[in-house]
């Protein structure tokens, strides 16, 4: 029985699966990195693949943007697909001046705003950590690999255009790295249904200074996050 948003047969998903928003990157990720890439979803246009890397099958699946459709997609590889390990690879907007463009965060925690996550929690407020494991391995990959990161916390935001220009004055001084908009529900999710979830994210802007990546760039910095998130399969 497949689920609601995924086509997919039980059994096509492999047990860990690369979460990037865009749907054409999993398809990029999908055509240029796997061995034998097989598309198992197309509904929404919401593209899924399962392949190999290195001899180890990964799938990869886009999720959409922001924290519904994250939810979504989360709730059903786990609870129709048993998936075991979800490892979002995405981006976001610094809050730290000296972040550049291109730089790479591993997520250990994610803060956020999310009227969900409040109204489940009954107005208290959950504190979403990365799986522990994961977030060592990719270290280590990254290490190995010469690829520099930043661990740290991020903070998942409902509302991408806001007009408050010191909005993110507070959590910058309390050690939040970037802005993004899907972390905090996969580490709730995972931690729900007892599975492991990561976040690792590129820097595509930097709300201090005010710069930016274009659409190539975003692409090329890319890369070294895939390949950590591939090794973690
Ligand atoms: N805000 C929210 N989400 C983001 C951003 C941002 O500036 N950049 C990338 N994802």
Redesign the pocket.
């Known amino acids: 029985m497949s689920s609601v948003h995924i086509e997919a047969q039980p059994g096509e998903i492999a047990e860990t699966v690369l979460l990037p928003g865009d749907p054409l990157r999993a398809k990029y990720v999908a055509e240029n990195m796997l061995d034998e890439a097989v598309c198992y979803n197309r509904v929404r246009n919401m593209l899924g693949y399962t392949g190999f890397y290195q001899g180890k099958q990964v799938s990869i699946q886009g999720a959409g943007m922001g924290m519904g459709s994250t939810s979504i997609y989360v709730h059903e590889l786990i609870n129709t697909y048993q998936v075991k390990n979800l490892i979002r690879v995405?981006?976001?907007?610094a809050i730290k001046e000296d972040l550049a463009i291109g730089e790479i965060i591993l997520a250990m925690s994610a803060s956020g705003d999310s009227g969900a996550n409040s109204s489940y929690f009954e107005g208290m407020h959950y504190a979403a950590t990365a799986d522990f494991g994961l977030l060592l391995k990719a270290y280590q990959i990254a290490a190995k690999l010469k690829i520099p990161t930043h661990q740290g916390s991020v903070f998942s935001?409902d509302t991408?255009y806001d007009d408050n220009p010191t909005r993110w004055d507070k959590w910058e001084n309390h050690g939040i790295l970037g802005?993004?908009?899907e972390s905090q529900i996969l580490f709730t999710l995972a931690h729900k249904f007892k599975v492991k979830a990561l976040s690792i994210l590129t820097v595509?802007?930097n709300?201090i200074t005010g710069q930016f990546s274009d659409h190539a760039e975003r692409e090329q910095s890319y890369i070294d996050m895939m390949k950590i998130a591939l090794e973690l399969a």
Not at 90 to 93: A, I, L, N, P, V
């Open positions: 995405g981006t976001c907007g935001t991408f802005i993004e908009m595509s802007d709300l």
